[in-house]
Every structure is written in C-alpha cells, then in structure tokens.
C-alpha cells in the first residue's frame, strides 16, 4: 500500500507493452490499480487474466448502464471477481436506484458504496490530491468526498482475495 515513504506512482502505458509494465509494476507494489478504456477488448482481456479483483466504474445514466454490459462480458470472461461501482451520483433524484436496478437485471453485482458527484472529487483530481487530502483543507464537500472513497475502499478491500 502507497505510504509517505512509498508515494504512489503513476505510469502512462500503451497495449504492446502493458504487460510488461503490469509485471514491472506488479513487482514493484503490493497494490497496483490499472485503468483501461471499458471497450478495450485486447487490452482489457490481458488485464483482467491477471487482475485480483476488476471495479467498474458506471454512471447512473442509462446510456452508461447499456454501454457497462460490454465490459461486463470482458470481466465475466475472467477469473478475477468483478463489481460495479456507480460514480457521479446526483444528490438528489431515482437515477442510482434505477441504474442499480437495471445493472442487477444484468446479474452485475453492484457495489453498496457509491461515489456522488462532487466538486471536491474534481478539485482533488485538478490538484494531484486524493479526496482524503483535500478533506482537511476544503468545506464539508471533500469530507463527505472522503468518507466515501473510504467506504469504496473498504468495500473492495473486502472483495479482494487473501
């Protein structure tokens, strides 16, 4: 896990060369996290036959929902566990509820931690920062921010194999 003496590190890659730097990776960190665009078959097949555990993330917009089912299938080709995560979830309103209900249509298991749309997420990523870094420095947006990515995490700690 990334400490302060152990930063974590972000590298660019590229599908003729990936996974030499998920073994490169994977040899330097006990975590390694890879995000890859949702409708990259080759790319996303290669990761996912060596993922411990594949998160996607989905908006609740239906258009979203309709478009996951294909990275569905690229994850239920694998052996790792798969969750969906819904992301930018308004305050207010039934569009997480109905994507939730859509995507369990779908047999996707979806995960009870949900990341809503906040200006604090935004402002972490423009800065560099993790929303528990901005927790301290910003309003009660980046705290509530914060407490969510903690629960995701804690959620998907506990999906992860042991």
Known sequence: MPTAR???????SAGFRAAADLRLAAAAAGLVL??????A???GGMIRDR???????CQPAMPDVMATGATLEIARAGRAPHVIVLNRVPPRGRAAQAAAEALAGLGAPV?????????ALAEAFARGLGAGEMAGAAGSGAARAAAEIAALAEELAALMPR
Do not use: F, K, Y
């Open 6 to 12: 152990n930063p974590p590190r972000a590298i660019a």
């Open 34 to 39: 890879v995000d890859t665009p949702g409708r």
């Open 41 to 43: 078959e080759a790319l």
């Open 51 to 57: 993922a411990d555990l594949v998160v996607i993330p």
């Open 111 to 119: 995960a009870a931690a949900r990341l809503g749309q906040r200006s």
